[in-house]
């Protein structure tokens, strides 16, 4: 029905970079915002970056302010993140996350989510 490819993940250095990537398809009827979500062994899950479609206004959690970056491209629904200065803390599984409407339920907004995929931050 729908689906978030998430793409991107891998093994760094401290210091290092990565880019995340993730497209949304299948029945959307409209996308609000889009995100990423992560989470370590043993805590909680915490949003990262948010970008909301209209607009493009931004929100970042404050560990990550001047190193990751958010964008998106509305027209092909996908969200990206740039990573850099890559710390081990930043280790983790990382989620992409929509917050949109299916057209089954074009009313309402829900939110859909990617399968993950794992960041690991070598000292």
């Known amino acids: 029905q729908v689906q978030l490819v998430e793409s991107g993940g891998g093994l760094v250095q401290a210091g290092g970079s990565l880019r995340l990537s993730c497209a949304a398809s299948?029945?959307?009827?409209?996308?609000?915002?889009m995100g990423w979500y992560r989470q370590a062994p043993g805590k909680q899950r915490e949003l990262v970056a948010r970008i909301f479609s209209a607009g493009g206004n931004t929100n970042y959690m404050d560990s990550v302010k001047g190193r990751f970056t958010i964008s998106r491209d509305n027209a092909k629904n996908t969200v990206y993140l740039q990573m850099n200065s890559l710390k081990p803390e930043d280790t983790a599984v990382y989620y992409c996350?929509?917050?949109?409407?299916?057209?089954?339920?074009?009313?309402?907004?829900?939110?859909?989510w990617g399968k993950g995929t794992l960041v690991t931050v070598s000292s």
């Open positions: 299948g029945s959307f009827f409209s996308i609000n915002a």
């Open positions: 996350n929509v917050k949109g409407r299916v057209t089954t339920t074009a009313w309402i907004d829900g939110d859909y």
